[in-house]
């Protein structure tokens, strides 16, 4: 990987197709936050393909698995996400597990690209380019080379992975040890009330006493008990 790498996280998105395989719209012709336009046609992928590793957030020691069947469409690119199996006989947690259903789950939406301009590839907005995609456009890359693809999970949908975490479909334990994110349910909340119901030399039956409590708890608490 070069030094110069240039990352991107623009309107890419994941999403599964009919058949549940995950496709990733990989970059779009739009302006993205540093007023820039990446050219999908303008693409040069064949290095890329040789090995077409996707990783997390650019971590190169954190593979998660591989981009397949990269394709051009008419003002945009997309790739198909194939995730790393756990391998036989592999003990712990997988993290390529774990981070396909964050994917899955809607959690983590965002991709990014890596790449670099080619020769004569980058330009500055002319007026035809503000015309096409807005006066704040400040350059434009027409000719580019990929050199890898990520996944980018910040910012996370946090409510979301609450949710997924609720209903069993991610891991609590893993989104705080991959992720540093703790979604344990909230505790509820308690309240301590001083209650002087009797004589502590007075003997009263059990049911009794769970009604005398019941009812003191309701003049704390402004609520009528019969």
Same mark, same amino acid.
């Given at each position: 990987?070069?030094?110069?790498?240039?990352?991107?996280?623009?309107?890419?998105?994941?999403?599964?197709?009919?058949?549940?395989?995950?496709?990733?719209?990989?970059?779009?012709?739009?302006?993205?936050?540093?007023?820039?336009?990446?050219?999908?046609?303008?693409?040069?992928?064949?290095?890329?393909?040789?090995?077409?590793?996707?990783?997390?957030?650019?971590?190169? *020691?954190?593979?998660?698995?591989?981009?397949?069947?990269?394709?051009?469409?008419?003002?945009?690119?997309?790739?198909?996400?194939?995730?790393?199996?756990?391998?036989?006989?592999?003990?712990?947690?997988?993290?390529?597990?774990?981070?396909?259903?964050?994917?899955?789950?809607?959690?983590?939406?965002?991709?990014?690209?890596?790449?670099?301009?080619?020769?004569?590839?980058?330009?500055?907005?002319?007026?035809?380019?503000?015309?096409?995609?807005?006066?704040?456009?400040?350059?434009?890359?027409?000719?580019?080379?990929?050199?890898?693809?990520?996944?980018?999970?910040?910012?996370?949908?946090?409510?979301?992975? %609450?949710?997924?975490?609720?209903?069993?479909?991610?891991?609590?334990?893993? *989104?705080?040890?991959?992720?540093?994110?703790?979604?344990?349910?909230?505790?509820?909340?308690?309240?301590?009330?001083? %209650?002087?119901?009797?004589?502590?030399?007075?003997?009263?039956?059990?049911?009794?006493?769970?009604? *005398? %409590?019941?009812?003191?708890?309701?003049?704390?608490?402004?609520?009528?008990?019969?």
């Amino acid at each position: 990987m070069t030094t110069n790498m240039i990352k991107k996280e623009l309107s890419a998105t994941v999403s599964p197709d009919f058949q549940g395989d995950l496709v990733a719209k990989l970059t779009t012709e739009s302006i993205d936050r540093d007023g820039e336009v990446l050219i999908p046609q303008g693409m040069n992928a064949k290095d890329y393909e040789a090995n077409p590793v996707l990783f997390w957030n650019h971590d190169y *020691a954190q593979p998660v698995g591989k981009v397949l069947t990269l394709k051009r469409h008419d003002g945009y690119v997309t790739g198909g996400l194939k995730f790393a199996q756990r391998p036989e006989g592999y003990e712990g947690e997988f993290f390529p597990s774990f981070a396909e259903a964050l994917v899955r789950q809607g959690i983590v939406k965002g991709v990014s690209v890596g790449f670099v301009p080619e020769e004569n590839g980058m330009r500055n907005a002319t007026r035809q380019d503000k015309t096409r995609y807005g006066k704040h456009v400040k350059r434009v890359f027409n000719r580019w080379k990929l050199l890898e693809v990520s996944l980018a999970p910040l910012p996370a949908n946090q409510e979301a992975l %609450i949710q997924a975490v609720d209903k069993g479909l991610v891991d609590g334990v893993l *989104a705080k040890k991959f992720l540093g994110v703790d979604v344990s349910p909230a505790k509820p909340i308690r309240k301590k009330y001083r %209650i002087n119901l009797i004589d502590s030399s007075y003997q009263i039956e059990q049911a009794e006493l769970k009604k *005398a %409590i019941k009812q003191e708890i309701a003049r704390h608490t402004g609520q009528i008990y019969y």
